[in-house]
């Protein structure tokens, strides 16, 4: 063609470029370019943060190992033979099951009535101790008083006394008053000792409840009462059921308060420690294991309540 004319392009064909350019730039962080690429900072958080979670998953398991195993070795101990109670080494799967150990200490003189006392004293320090505690929870939370925080401390200083110190004096107290050897003087004794701590776990839990939910019912023409019971006690439910769990608890394990406030209608656990002292190796597994399993199956109802109700509270 003569000068001055264009070739025409061939289909599919991308022009290069242009005599003395070098083009688009390249990416920033290509090769070619030689630049730094973007930080790998996200890369880096998102490693540390499942090295984190790995690390809490294994503490998890640890802790839930170091507190389950006894359990588990006392629960295969009564639930075997005695035959296989004198093997060694014990094995750890259950070889030959049996429930002969557990129907004697059953049928011993005094368990059932032991059951029983004990249910009746925690389900009546339970209902004391949140009778009491809710209250007086709400009130260090809400109020601001002269000597609060002394109230507090003071509180736990009571946690800090010794069974026998509150159990002798108590002990005269009741002879006098004729509540001597009955469920309501243990229950009065364990309602004192679980009272301080449902007093603070119950307060710690109405503070994240925000005030203007309350006044905000009150505005609506809610009286103070029923602005509590509508507005803050459903959102402080989780709080209740751990001091509930605390409570029942305490009151369940304790025993020498009931051992030294009652002669004849002792709990479980005074009743167990008074008459298997002496007893066979197995019996005392057996009472062990009649120990445990109360306390677990309460634990287990109310936790379900625990974690269903976590999430309605305001975090």
Known sequence: MSGGSVAPERPGHVPGPAPGDDGPAPPVGSADGGAVGPPR?????GRAARRRTVVLHVVCVAVTLFMGLPIYLIALAALSSRESLNEF???LVPTAPSVETMRVFLDTTGVIAGFQNSVEVGLLSLVLSLALGVPAGYAVARYAFRGRQPYQ?????????PIVVLSVPLARVFLAT??????YAVALLHTALALPTTVLITSAIFVAVP???EEAAMVFGATASKAFARVVLPQALPGIAAAAIFTFVTSWNEVLGAAVLTLGRRTLPAQVLSTLADSPLAFRFAGGFALVVPALVFIAFMRRYLLNMWGTTIR
């Not at 900072?41 to 958080?45: A, G, I, M």
């Open 211 to 213: 005030v203007e939910h």
């Open 41 to 45: 900072r996200p890369v880096r958080r």
């Open 178 to 183: 004729g509540l001597y050897d009955t469920t």
């Open 89 to 91: 080494p014990l094995p």
């Open 153 to 161: 401390l003071f509180l736990l200083l009571t946690r800090a006394l």
